[in-house]
């Protein structure tokens, strides 16, 4: 690019802005700070999807990472302590070796990646190409995504429809259907709850 | 009797704008960002905000846990029987295909059948997404009997 494209000192600062509160999530102890941080941290990665033009995208982060997310994260703190425990001081070596080596194969990763909006990347020139080509053609909806989502990639979102339901049934099959009625869950032997816990594992693991 | 008058009168102003919006994203798909996924989020959002201000029971009453459990798997079985409707409807002679929306309608000049399946295929995942989202909630918030009121 011969021009310098302002808005990137945009991407920098919300970038910044990720990385701050990141180590503020770490450092902190106040899990009320923690969960309202995350909420935080979901919407500045909205703003920055925005800034990328990936609108569909930044509007399910903001929905789902800001909102749900922090409303889960809130009702799941409601039912356990307000403070974290203090992590013990002691340095992992063998821990700081991988995150330090995994770091430098992702800069050494950098320079083989497509320049931001570049025709050729491989994201733009097969297949991506050809469903905006063939989009209006095909199945004339305005928005390409929803195009691909709903109907060239109906079976994917099919499954994804059933991944979220599997979820639920997973959630439901471990905490119960939240009707109000606790005294049932406690008068649960502990070894019936054991073998619900194992099964929606399982299921989990398949989608 | 209430502690919250102000966040009650302003969360009940706010919950049907937010339902209204919930639709706008869902019908609107088609033309701008958004859709199933991003609609249901919304309006489970709106049903969570009521839970919050005016309780857990209140919530239920509004929506039951019955039907936040029969939902998630209506909208599985509407997305999937927008398929098996495709396999039943297609033209004789054309080869059956699962979730091909041209066979819903004959109209192919104007992709009728492909809005119309993109439409109902929404539809189910709104239903199925927002009421997991519910379900996931009420699974949670359920087993504290309310928000004790030092948390505010």
């Given amino acids: ?207 | 009797m209430s502690p919250h008058l102000i966040l009650r009168v302003v969360s009940k102003l706010l919950i049907p704008m937010i339902v209204v919006f919930g639709f706008y994203v869902q019908f609107h798909g088609d033309f701008g960002p958004g859709g199933g996924f991003q609609a249901g989020v919304i309006i489970a959002v709106a049903v969570i905000l009521y839970a919050l201000i005016f309780g857990m029971d209140e919530a239920r009453r509004a929506v039951p846990p019955i039907v936040v459990r029969y939902g998630a798997a209506l909208g599985v079985l509407i997305y999937a029987s927008v398929g098996v409707a495709t396999l039943f409807m297609n033209g004789a002679g054309e080869p059956l295909n699962f979730l091909d929306y041209d066979a819903l309608h004959p109209d192919q000049g104007h992709h009728t059948g492909q809005h119309y399946g993109i439409l109902l295929v929404e539809l189910g995942v709104l239903t199925t997404v927002a009421s997991v989202m519910l379900a996931i909630f009420y699974a949670f918030a359920g087993r504290v009997p309310d928000i004790p009121d030092e948390e505010w």
């Fill in chain 1, 1 to 207: 690019m011969d021009h310098t494209d302002l808005t990137q000192y945009l991407d920098y600062a919300l970038i910044a802005m990720l990385l701050a509160v990141g180590f503020a999530i770490v450092r902190l102890r106040n899990l009320f700070a923690v969960a309202m941080l995350t909420g935080v941290y979901s919407l500045l990665s909205a703003a920055w999807f925005v800034s990328l033009d990936a609108v569909d995208v930044a509007f399910t982060e903001a929905a789902v990472g800001a909102g749900i997310s922090t409303v889960l994260m809130l009702g799941a703190m409601l039912l356990t302590a307000r403070e974290s425990e203090p992590a013990g001081a002691k340095r992992h070596w063998a821990a700081l070796a991988v995150v330090v080596a995994a770091g430098a194969a992702l800069f050494f990763a950098i320079p083989d990646m497509p320049v931001y909006g570049d025709p050729n990347s491989p994201a733009n020139s097969y297949v991506g190409m050809d469903y905006m080509t063939s989009t209006p053609n095909e199945i004339a909806v305005p928005n390409v995504v929803t195009a691909v989502l709903a109907s060239y990639r109906g079976y994917d979102t099919f499954g994804e429809t059933v991944v979220i339901f599997t979820a639920a049934l997973g959630v439901m099959l471990l905490l119960g259907f939240g009707t109000g009625r606790r005294e049932e869950d406690e008068d649960e032997a502990p070894g019936k709850a054991k073998v619900k816990a194992g099964k929606a594992g399982k299921k989990e693991d398949k989608a």
